[in-house]
């Protein structure tokens, strides 16, 4: 039991034909529920901390819960930085105790993202930690409609395999469909399996990863809104394609508005029906119950990735 790098993991996932999921964690009952699921399941796992979680909830408390999480479990946890923007805020988490940090440089032009992953990955490298790095842009719905988007968003295989060979980078981010958020798609989902292919092809046994990858089930926005929410019509990445995208080298699958939506519907359910309660515990406890579920749905029903820690 130990905070780990992805390494083994990724090897492993990629040579079975399985994703790991990484889970994004805000606070204590999130951190819980995740690695319970994982437990049941006998499931590798990634808790990643965006800096927004980080500015929320303080650098040292997250780490200390994700280290909490492992001593109490006895799990092998991947600690890692989503979306870091910066080579400072990456330095920041491998001083700190992560294992793995993302460097994000994909809204700058190609060589300044190159020359910023390189610097991150020469510094990571040093101290033992692994670097993500993400290679064209995740388009929003608006963008997705337009003609001619895929080409000038979605990753470019070529550019990937010199990205990688140029930067010496563990894992990378690519662009084939999926976006942020609970709005993915405007009419019927899809992602581009003929790109991710090819750069498979090219990149044999190199670990890639997908963000914006929640399916936003239908009944868990029609729950939160039976309970008084507004969730607005949300459209999701289908289960089916994240099954097929982790069995073509995509080794680490990137969930969080599932969780949002998962914890937020229970906290609903709760205070509606008793809204005289005001113990905090009374509706996180729940939450953290919906949470497991939910990422024990995701570890056996989409990542394959039961049994295989
Ligand atoms: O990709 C972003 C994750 O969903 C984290 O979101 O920056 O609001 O914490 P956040
Ligand atoms: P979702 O918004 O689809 O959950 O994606 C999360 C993500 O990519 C975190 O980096
Ligand atoms: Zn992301």
Redo the contacts with the bound molecule.
Sequence with gaps: MALVTSTEMFKKAYEGGYAVGAF?V?NMEIIQGIVDAAKIEKAPIILQV????RK?ASPIYLRKLVEAAVEDTGLDIVLHL??GDSFEICKDCIDGGFTSVMIDGSKLPLEENIALTKKVVDYAHAKGVVVEAELGKLAGVEDAVKVNTKDATYTDPQEAVRFVKETGVDSLAIAIGTS??AYKFKGEPSLDFDRLETITNLLPNFPLVL??SSSVPREFVDFCNQYGGKVPGAQGVPEEMLKRASKLGVCKI?I??DLRLAMTGSVRKVLSEHPEEFDPRKYLGPAREAIKNMVQHKIKDVLGCSDKR
Aim: net charge negative; charged share 10%.
């Design positions: 994004n805000n965006s800096a927004g979680a929320y989503d979306h942020h958020g963000h914006g990137n969080d508005t």
